[in-house]
């Protein structure tokens, strides 16, 4: 049975290889270290989730983007699905020696869909769609799915002390090609696909290390990823 739902799942973690050329050193290995929350109002249908995100073109130091974004939560009743609205703020970082930073306010929809394979298998699809104010360019939106599959190895739930193999593949897509002075971007953003192992502490508190390999029409390069998974 394990083995017939892998390879249903092998083909949704595929991903295009691209021709990169950039200044960026994709050979060096970056750095992210995350923070995720999300709390609930009481007994109700509503809540609160958020993030923090300290990206490193290196393994620190070298700044790539910082992110801080939260947003408020509704479950309905009956119902599979969490649907959030929220803002963004990102401070992103040139590559090398340089100091310069750009900034970027953003606001989200979100639809998260937990679904459970068999006993084992904990499968996740995530509907994101973005409204981007980015410094110096003009007004654009992107489209983004990410599909996460998480799989204890030491029991068989994700409860307290579970070991588990965390995998995800996420694809964004541009909504408005032109952003100003004659300046375009391509349909297709990026790719990150990412594998990791997590360790639940206890119920509501998890964390993972692990490796995300971030492709665009112009590069590939691969992020070890630190993070912090905390409900409350």
Do not use: C
């Amino acid at each position: 049975m394990f083995k017939k739902h892998i390879l249903l799942l092998i083909p949704l973690f595929l991903f295009l290889n691209f021709n990169a050329s950039a200044q960026v050193d994709e050979d060096q290995t970056g750095a992210w270290y995350m923070y995720f929350w999300n709390t609930s109002f009481g007994d109700s249908q509503w809540g609160l989730q958020g993030d923090i995100q300290y990206r490193n073109w290196d393994l620190g130091g070298d700044l790539e983007q910082l992110l801080i974004r939260g947003g408020l939560t509704y479950s309905p009743m009956n119902a599979d699905v969490k649907f959030t609205l929220g803002y963004g703020n990102i401070t992103s970082g040139e590559f090398g020696d340089g100091n310069e930073t750009s900034g970027e306010s953003r606001i989200y929809q979100e639809a998260l869909l937990p679904h459970k394979l068999s006993s084992r298998f904990y499968l996740t699809h995530r509907f994101r769609y973005e409204q981007r104010w980015v410094e110096n360019q003009d007004f654009r939106t992107r489209y983004r799915y990410n599909i996460f599959l998480n799989v204890p190895l030491n029991q068989a739930n994700l409860n307290k002390d579970a070991v588990y193999l965390a995998l995800y593949n996420e694809i964004f897509i541009n909504g408005e090609r032109e952003i100003g002075d004659g300046r375009s971007v391509e349909l297709f953003d990026r790719n990150r696909f990412y594998s990791a192992l997590g360790y639940v502490i206890k119920d509501n508190l998890k964390v993972q290390a692990g490796y995300m390999i971030q492709t665009t029409d112009a590069l590939s390069k691969g992020q070890v990823q630190l993070s912090l998974h905390h409900s409350f």
